[in-house]
T-cell receptor, first 114, second 114 residues
């Protein structure tokens, strides 16, 4: 099945700096890559996703890039703010009967210090 | 819409006890999922359902059972609780199992087995 490796496991940045989280996947047929943010004690929530027909997608301060050849995709957060502190999960589709589930990376704990 | 709801929020079980984690969604979603989240290990799929009356195993189904008698409800049953089942359990739903449909998560149930 699809394996998703996520790095780093922890990341600490100063407020205003950029943060980059990288994921690699194994199934070259994978074509959809979402990112979820989970604040402490809360549920995971989708923040951005990308399909394999584009190389980059932006939404204000966050962006996701995809390199299909190398089979990796990355989350970029610019001008980080303390409220960006959370655990971020990448995911890739995993075929199941009648559709797809998601295989999640192990998560990156991002800390933004003022 | 309440979205995806889960009860209880917290529970402590003794080894060998049984319990049912409740999950409901009011978005008329066909697909529902149960994940467990262990520290530093991401989200692992326990069971999923593609519609009422249809369920199937995910990556870590041992020790759990599910049923899907209605579109709205997807309870997870633990028959003989073991310490290894100490975890945070998330239920999720999506409109479709096709690529690109967002999974919406419930608030989670924190279970401790002692």
């Amino acid at each position: 099945g699809e394996n998703v490796e996520q790095h780093p496991s922890t990341l600490s940045v100063q407020e205003g700096d950029s943060a980059v989280i990288k994921c690699t996947y194994s199934d070259s047929a994978s074509n959809y890559f979402p990112w979820y943010k989970q604040e402490l004690g809360k549920r995971p929530q989708l923040i951005i996703d990308i399909r394999s027909n584009v190389g980059e997608k932006k939404d204000q301060r966050i962006a996701v890039t995809l390199n299909k050849t190398a089979k990796h995709f990355s989350l970029h957060i610019t001008e980080t703010q303390p409220e960006d502190s959370a655990v971020y999960f990448c995911a890739a589709p995993k075929p199941v009967d009648s559709g797809y589930a998601l295989n999640f990376g192990k998560g990156t704990s991002l800390l933004v210090t003022p | 819409n309440a979205g995806v709801t889960q009860t209880p929020k917290f529970r402590i079980l003794k080894i060998g006890q049984s319990m049912t984690l409740q999950c409901a969604q009011d978005m008329n979603h066909n697909y529902m999922y149960w994940y467990r989240q262990d520290p530093g290990m991401g989200l692992k799929l326990i069971y999923y359902s593609v519609g009422a009356g249809i369920t199937d195993k995910g990556e870590v189904p041992n020790g759990y059972n599910v049923s899907r008698s209605t579109t709205e409800d997807f309870p997870l049953r633990l028959e003989l609780a073991a310490p290894s089942q100490t975890s945070v359990y998330f239920c999720a739903s999506s409109y479709s199992g096709s690529i690109g449909y967002e999974q919406y998560f419930g608030p989670g149930t924190r279970l401790t087995v002692t």
